[in-house]
């Protein structure tokens, strides 16, 4: 594990954020602060909020309630490409690339919407270096839409990278991955944090996300119910109940022979 | 040799694979669960089950037959039987004429009447509401009939897809108590379920699936105890 600064500078504040869709209270009250530097996971069972509360901070569906605070600037209700241009950059979990253009091509459309001001010959060099950090040079001339899942995957991770941002926010890089690939995105998510980067990181695959991450959140139907170390929240009752079910809904059951 | 049997499967979805080399079978008459979280592969090894979804490797016996290549409907007539998640009913359609597309299977059309009786007498909310539209019924009513439906086709295996979801505890006890009476009257089940305490609680045995593969197996009243599915489910 990398030693973390305890009390660094806050990168990303959430303060009692809360989003309703009709009658569905999709976030409630979410509150925490990230820490510059740190990989903090967001887990929860399907439905929890984990990518609407994506969605709300960079922008795509604004909260209702509460406050975004990225860099020292209140971002609520920004729009997503003003977010990027502070230096906020994300991933998605159904990958988009955009087919009919290169590899390159698409990394380089992500470099020209980051915090800083690129020409484009800038970023065909950025978007190099990015596509040879995640190990895709080989590729660049190829048409985004002949990768496989794997190298989608990591088009999706250099196309964000390429934005150059201070926070990157990842859903589900791991998701349809085979072991050995999940391995190797592991070490690039790490390698990515070592540059400097600070993550906030959606996953399913648990292993891998207690692994990677320094403090963990877990929502479950929209609501915060944990937050802590990876040991502190695997062990905590109420998560294991958000995962396993209600212990005493079964021993009802069993009692009622 | 038992009734359902699942040897070294391997399925998935155009290049991605899903299932790696997965293992199980169904004793005669035992509720079987399988639990796993979210993205596991449990409704994909349910579709490869039924033939929904094709194996790429591996073989499935029923009833001491090699079924595996064999397409869902064939599956349905011999009486592999699957109620699907999120219910999939004929919604414009009564209550009963969804349990008559229940019996469309060669073996049950001739005994509907038969069946009807026997549905209707374990769920008798369906008969007082027989023709009402599916689509106006509630959650936990909808689920009532989803079961129904599959029983009508004569299930010689009867299988779920994520019973509890989404509804109260109230209901989610009243369907896992006709669960334990189909189980009492000797139909094989396989139950796949999110909420993991309730279905070690009811079942027989149990398998734990985890990202595709199957980690822990055992009587459930073992794997009940076992704080790897705690593991499985939470990654430490």
Redesign the interface.
């Known amino acids: 594990m990398t030693a973390q600064p305890a009390q660094g500078e806050i990168i990303l504040s959430i303060q009692k954020i809360s989003k309703r869709f009709g009658g569905l209270q999709a976030l409630c009250d979410v509150t925490f602060d990230l820490p510059k530097g740190q990989i903090l996971g967001l887990i929860g069972p399907n439905g929890a909020g984990k990518t609407t509360l994506f969605n709300a901070v960079n922008g795509v569906y604004p909260p209702e309630e509460g406050r975004i605070i990225f860099r020292n600037t209140d971002i609520t209700g920004w729009q997503p490409y003003s977010v990027a241009r502070l230096g906020l950059a994300r991933t998605h979990q159904v990958v988009r690339p955009l087919n009919e253009l290169t590899v390159l091509e698409n990394v380089m459309a992500g470099a020209c919407f980051g915090h800083e001001q690129r020409s484009l010959g800038q970023a065909r060099g950025i978007a190099g270096e990015v596509l040879a950090f995640v190990e895709l040079a080989a590729r660049h001339d190829a048409p985004a839409g002949s990768l496989n899942v794997a190298q989608k995957k990591r088009l999706e991770l250099a196309r964000a990278l390429a934005a150059r941002p201070y926070l990157l926010l990842l859903d589900e890089v791991l998701a349809g991955l085979n072991p050995k690939e999940i391995d190797e995105m592991i070490q690039v998510v790490r390698q990515i944090r070592e540059q400097g980067i600070t993550i906030l990181i959606i996953e399913h695959v648990m292993h891998a996300l207690m692994t990677v991450s320094d403090r963990v959140i877990v929502l479950d139907y929209g609501e915060q119910i944990a937050e802590g170390t990876p040991a502190e929240v695997a062990n905590n009752p109420r998560v294991i109940e958000a995962y396993l079910g209600d212990p005493a809904l079964a021993e009802r059951m069993m009692e009622s022979d | 040799m038992a009734f359902l049997e699942m040897t070294d499967l391997s399925s998935g979805y155009g290049?991605?694979?899903i299932l790696w080399g997965v293992s199980l079978a169904l004793e005669r008459g035992q509720l079987t669960a399988l639990v796993g979280?979210?993205?596991a592969g449990k409704t994909t090894l349910l579709r490869t089950i039924m033939g929904l979804t094709r194996p790429w490797h591996g073989r499935i016996t029923f009833d001491d037959r090699d079924v595996t290549r064999l397409a869902a409907h064939a599956k349905a007539d011999r009486g592999l039987i699957l109620v699907p998640e999120g219910r999939q009913l004929f919604t414009s359609m009564s209550v009963y004429e969804n349990l008559e597309m229940g019996a469309f299977t060669r073996r049950a059309v001739n005994s509907l009447k038969r069946n009807l009786e026997r549905v209707y007498d374990l769920f008798p909310r369906l008969k007082e509401r027989s023709s009402q539209k599916a689509g106006t019924l509630s959650g936990g009513e909808q689920q009532m009939l989803a079961v129904a439906r599959g029983l009508m086709a004569e299930p010689q295996i009867l299988m779920f897809d994520e019973l509890s979801l989404g509804l109260a505890?109230v209901l989610?006890?009243s369907l896992?108590?006709v669960l334990r009476r189909l189980k009492s009257e000797g139909l094989t089940m396989l139950l796949v379920e999110?909420?993991?305490?309730?279905?070690?609680?009811?079942s027989d045995y149990a398998y734990v699936l985890s990202?595709g593969r199957i980690g822990i197996q055992g009587k459930a009243a073992a794997v009940r105890q076992m704080d790897q599915?705690?593991?499985a489910?939470?990654?430490?």
Not at chain 2, 194 to 199: F, G, I, K, R, T
Not at chain 2, 233 to 236: D, V
């Open positions: 290049e991605l694979q979280s979210n993205g505890p989610v006890m896992f108590q999110q909420n993991v305490q309730l279905a070690l609680a009811v990202e599915v705690r593991q489910y939470l990654g430490m």
